[in-house]
């Protein structure tokens, strides 16, 4: 197995386990990432995105939590996976099923300096946000909305230390 790979199977373990302590050294301090919700720079940041969510799910109960991946191949310059995270959207109390591939770069050293994961954001909200997302989830206004209440909510979590402490 390549060892980009490898990382890639470390990272997706560890976010099964909700443990962003194992996630962390799989990234460069200097990564960025992207989804539809999300764009960040620097481990911090994305870092502090991941624990916020996985203490969000502990928050929720680990009864809904559930993370299957498949797919991961890599070479010297980058790797794929995709993955399905089932959880309990903690500003609704909604289960949600996303269904999320993601593209990884990797620096000289082995570790993710680019992350970009994909989902059908439409389907997302209406799973989340019930009918606002039906009616709504297509529209860039929505999307907006959604974009500044989890930048708003990651620099609240920052702000206050994050439960889980600094990785």
Known sequence: MHPHAQTLNRFY???????????A??????????????????????????????????????????????????????GQAHWDAQYRFSATGRLVLNRIDAQM???????????EDRFDFWLWSRQALGTPGLLLGWTPLLRR?????AKAGLRRYLAQGGPSGAT
């Open 25 to 78: 050294p799989c990234y460069a301090p200097q990564v960025r990432f992207r989804d539809p919700v999300f764009s960040l720079n620097g481990r911090d940041e994305v870092m502090g995105m991941w624990r916020m969510l996985c203490d969000a799910v502990r928050t929720q109960g680990r009864a809904d939590w559930k993370l299957e991946y498949s797919g991961i191949t890599a070479d010297d310059n980058g």
């Open 105 to 115: 770069r990797f620096d000289p050293d082995g570790l993710i300096i680019e992350h």
């Open 145 to 149: 909305q959604v974009q500044a209440r």
């Open 13 to 23: 373990q560890s976010f099964a386990a909700l443990d962003p302590r194992g996630m």
